[in-house]
């Protein structure tokens, strides 16, 4: 065995105390091999042991047959990015087994398929051999079930490694076999017997531990997608229209769950929402305009190349004034690209999104809890603007697994805006134009078909106040100042941006979405390691309320931190905000496809160097 | 027979005391002549006539010189002049909101068979209840003149040009489809127009019209398939077309065998007289064999080409609430803090 190696025991020598609750392990299996069960098992039992979790799922686009890695991080502190280092690997894909191993960091542990033999390309780790297919024979008498239960096994290896509660596995199995006895059955005998194997076989040689904690209790584990289905269940969507696309999909398909249970009328039977599946993402948004212009709350959720498609009825939503939530779950470039990597690079596309002068609201979570509430946010937002609101989520908070506070129940009732009702008909007469400014905002009021309240046409820019056709430049003009003057208005009602931090020291960090968690970790890294203390400013909303100018205003140096190519929150803030300011900005960015990870934007802004504005970049 | 809906001389308002002035829209700006104006009176006198309330109407279009009619008609009623091919899904998203609402989409033949094909496809598929008029005249107006894809072959465009490609013939493809109610007509033939119009408002599903409308400018000529002589010598109307309204009484006298009746949706009648004798517009594979058998002998066949009057829309399908979806108070589509509290037991 390979623990018999002198190099480990060499090894070994210089691990020190015990790593307790702080560590990542990675599970490399094959695509299609079942192993998510396994996976969410295994972070489900130590988030019940109290200690905070995340779970990231590095996959393939692909059903079956390529590689993907299962990355979990336990952290006592709470930090729940993507860890950059591999503390504990589990090699199940003889594929990728040997990369997978050369990427460790000297003193890692690595648990393997014993026929791989990975010990020999390493001595400088601590190897765990599990003779897999000895053990499921013993587990599992029928062969054609063992392919499924396989991956459980090493569920039960790291239990007694890792000294994760076989109660807590027992439990956490339970939720995700849901009640189906026989398959409990089968998966709890790999459980044991995985256990049982390491127990009598696996001496414990390397410092990771889990130890139960409180730092759990009460919390859920949630998919951002999923997060955001509740919020459009609670938000009262009633039509959704839709085409697939990964990583958007699972949040139509977790949404159509919730409306089938949750949404179908008591006294009839029937339905209070319709749910499409479009023929593309054009479609989709062409419904979704059609339904708010008849007075739906209606919305549609797409990823990239969607949005893309999306392009031309976007800029007919922004000029017609037609409200409409689009979710963008962010992910790298074409489909022939990395489909099943994260980014946040649609940012500025959207911003700017379609021809002719237009600018759209963008909402940035960054939490689940976030993902929820700016989902019914984007509908009032939506209908109070009469304009297309995009949630920006991505792939890293749509499809991974987060622990989160219980969503709280909405107080505030539906802002459903500025529609025409009888009183308001009255009080307006014969002086009412769709496009006309009453109330200095920006935004007109706007009747729906159906209800009585005088009628007008709809079309894209050629209208005057009243909704008659024009091509007059003045009346262009006008239209035109109102849009941006509504655009203003909208900087008041999006949500404000989270003053993080405010030490009053000299040097800022901005960031948004999904990578405030390695931002948060990062901010604790500089100032443990270098006493380099920040301050931080997280961005929720496009367009950029005052606040965000003025905390540049407050720092000398200002990093903003992003996962894509180009700086593309920087190029919106140097857009939007006085010139004077940008020369402040630095970006750090981040687009390998891989959620976003403290050590490199630590990494990143020590590089950057000091605030003399002469080593400054960006 | 005659078309019993004709309003008597002197009857200034119709059965829910609305005059015509109430169907009418804005002053058109398409060419004098263009057949896309007779279109517009046509539905001014069908919806006058059946009484059809324009504040339950919606009137969406798609991009070109068919789609900005809308504004020349009915302008009590809400209408969306959207984005090019892109009409079937507003009409799609505003009819799921507003079930309630008749509905009435004017394409054009560029903007259904080119550019908007792919919807088009999905609507039929669908049977959404809508009126979907394809004001057809195989060339592009707005953009001086080019071929369509409903242009013939061996069609000769005004700068000499001759299509060398076959068309789509959309009423065949719509009955493929799976629309419900698919006629062609001509915008020179008044009274077939209007008798179609009026049955496809009583029909529930996709009414599906494709009316030969010749671009006075830029088709009219020598040479073209789509001209208003070339059309009005190749019409074949399928027999004459007595459409009775549900709220007048039946005075129609018939032969049986020679005539086929159809009792619709909202309990008008139709009466269909057979001049070919393969015509049965209720059978799918014999309309598509009759557009085939008269294409080939370069005529249009005109009327009601199919129709099933008792088919299940897109609306049945989703098993909707009564009450319009966009109407719906909060407290029917926000769910009690019961529903959050399992959700959130589910998830820990």
């Known amino acids: ?618 | 027979m005659s078309d019993a809906t004709v309003p008597v001389p002197g009857k200034k308002t119709n059965r829910i005391n609305l005059d015509a002035s109430s169907y009418r829209g804005s002053k058109t700006t398409l060419c004098a002549g263009c057949g896309h104006n007779a279109i517009t009176e046509r539905i001014i006198d069908a919806f006058f006539e059946m009484g059809v309330d324009p504040k339950q109407v919606i009137k969406l279009s798609g991009i070109g010189c068919s789609s900005k009619s809308p504004a020349y008609f009915l302008n009590p009623s809400h209408g969306f002049n959207s984005v090019h091919g892109r009409m079937p899904s507003v009409a799609t998203g505003a009819v799921l909101a507003n079930k309630n609402m008749l509905a009435i989409g004017v394409s054009g033949d560029g903007d259904t068979g080119a550019i908007g094909i792919g919807q088009f496809v999905h609507l039929m598929r669908r049977n959404l209840p809508l009126i979907y008029i394809i004001e057809d005249n195989g060339c592009y107006g707005l953009t001086k003149g080019q071929f369509s894809p409903t242009a013939d072959l061996g069609s000769k465009a005004k700068n000499g040009v001759v299509n060398d490609l076959a068309p789509i013939d959309t009423c065949a493809l719509a009955i493929e489809l799976g629309a419900s109610f698919v006629a062609r007509s001509f915008s020179g033939d008044k009274k077939q127009l209007l008798s179609v119009l009026k049955a496809a408002n009583s029909h529930r599903g996709t009414s599906m019209i494709d009316v030969i409308s010749p671009c006075v400018t830029f088709n009219d000529h020598e040479g073209s398939t789509k001209s208003y002589s070339y059309v009005k010598d190749h019409d074949e109307p399928l027999g004459e077309i007595s459409f009775v309204p549900f709220f007048e009484e039946i005075n129609v006298e018939y032969e049986a065998g020679s005539t086929t009746s159809v009792k619709l949706h909202d309990g008008s009648s139709l009466f269909l007289r057979k001049v070919a004798a393969e015509y049965n517009p209720s059978d799918r594979t014999a309309a598509i064999s009759l557009l085939h058998e008269t294409a080939r002998r370069g005529e249009f066949a005109t009327g009601i080409l199919y129709i099933e009057p008792d088919k299940d829309d897109f609306i049945d399908l989703l098993n909707l609430v009564d009450q319009p979806l966009a109407f719906l108070p909060q407290e029917k589509v926000r769910p009690p803090q019961a529903v959050l509290d399992e959700i959130m037991e589910s998830l820990r």
């Open chain 1, 1 to 618: 065995m390979s623990a018999t190696l002198p190099s480990t025991e060499a090894v070994l020598a210089g691990q020190g105390a015990p790593v307790v609750n702080d560590f990542s392990i990675q599970i490399a299996t094959v695509n299609g091999s079942g192993s998510q069960t396994a996976n969410l098992v295994l972070l489900r039992s130590i988030f019940q042991m109290g200690v905070p979790v995340s779970g990231k799922n590095l996959f393939p686009s692909n059903i079956a047959g390529l590689p993907t890695w299962y990355t979990i991080r336990a952290n006592h502190r709470g930090y729940v990015s993507r860890k950059k280092e591999i503390d504990f690997l589990v090699a199940m894909n003889v594929e990728t087994a040997r990369d997978d191993v050369m990427s460790l960091d000297p003193g890692r542990a690595v648990v393997y398929d014993e026929p791989l033999k990975l010990n020999a390309l390493r001595s400088d780790l601590i190897c765990y051999p599990v003779p897999f297919d000895k053990i499921v024979a013993e587990v599992c008498p029928d062969a054609k079930l063992r392919r499924l239960v396989k991956n459980i096994i090493y569920d039960g290896v790291l239990s007694h490694l890792l000294s994760i509660e076989l109660g807590e596995m027992e439990k956490a199995l339970g939720k995700q076999m849901g009640k189906k006895p026989k398959a409990m059955a089968l998966n709890m005998g790999a459980l044991e017997g995985g256990r049982k194997w390491a127990a009598d076989n696996l001496p414990k040689l390397d410092p990771y531990r889990v130890a139960r904690m409180n730092k759990t209790t009460g919390q859920v584990l949630v998919e951002g997608n999923a997060a955001a289905a509740m919020g459009c269940l609670f938000a009262g969507v009633t039509v959704v229209a839709w085409y697939p696309i990964t990583p958007s999909s699972s949040l139509p398909e977790t949404l159509i769950g919730y409306m089938r249970k949750y949404r179908m009328d008591k006294e009839t039977g029937k339905a209070t929402f319709a749910i499409v599946q479009a023929e593309d993402e054009i479609a989709a948004i062409g419904m979704v305009l059609g339904a708010s212009w008849a007075g739906a709350r209606a919305m549609t959720s797409t990823s990239g190349p969607g949005i893309s498609l999306m392009s031309e009825f976007a800029g007919l939503a922004y000029y017609a004034e037609v409200p409409a939530v689009v979710f963008d779950i962010q992910r790298v470039g074409p489909s022939t690209g990395l489909p099943t990597r994260t980014a946040q690079a649609d940012l500025l596309s959207t911003a700017l999104h379609s021809h002719g002068d237009t600018r759209h609201v963008l909402l940035l979570p960054a939490s689940m809890e976030e993902c929820y509430t700016m989902s019914m946010d984007a509908f009032d937002l939506a209908e109070r603007l009469q304009t297309v609101v995009f949630v920006m989520s991505d792939l890293d908070l749509g499809m991974n697994t987060w622990m989160a506070e219980p969503f709280p129940y909405p107080t505030k009732p539906f802002d459903r805006g500025k529609v025409l009702d009888a009183a308001k008909v009255r009080e307006l007469g014969a002086s009412w134009g769709r496009y006309k400014d009453v109330d200095g905002d920006g935004i007109a009021w706007r009747s729906l078909p159906g209800t009585g309240a005088p009628a007008y046409f709809t079309r894209g820019s050629g209208h005057n106040e009243m909704a008659q056709y024009t091509e007059r430049p003045d009346y262009y003009v006008k239209n035109l100042d109102r849009l941006a003057r509504k655009f203003d208005t909208a900087k008041t009602l999006v949500p404000a941006p989270v003053l993080e931090a405010d030490t009053k020291q000299p040097t800022g960090i901005i960031a948004f979405g999904s990578s405030h968690w390695a931002v948060q970790e990062s901010r604790d890294q500089l100032r443990e390691e270098i006493g380099l203390d920040t301050d931080y400013l997280r961005v929720r909303a496009y367009p950029f309320t005052p606040a965000v100018e003025d905390f540049i205003r407050r720092h000398q140096r200002v990093f903003v931190v992003e996962q894509n190519r180009d700086g593309q929150m920087l190029s919106l803030l140097r857009m939007d905000l006085d010139p004077a300011l940008s020369t402040r900005l630095t970006s750090v960015l981040h687009y390998n496809g891989l959620p976003i990870d403290a050590r490199s934007i630590t990494a990143a802004i020590l590089e950057a160097g000091s605030l003399d504005p002469a080593t400054r970049r960006g």
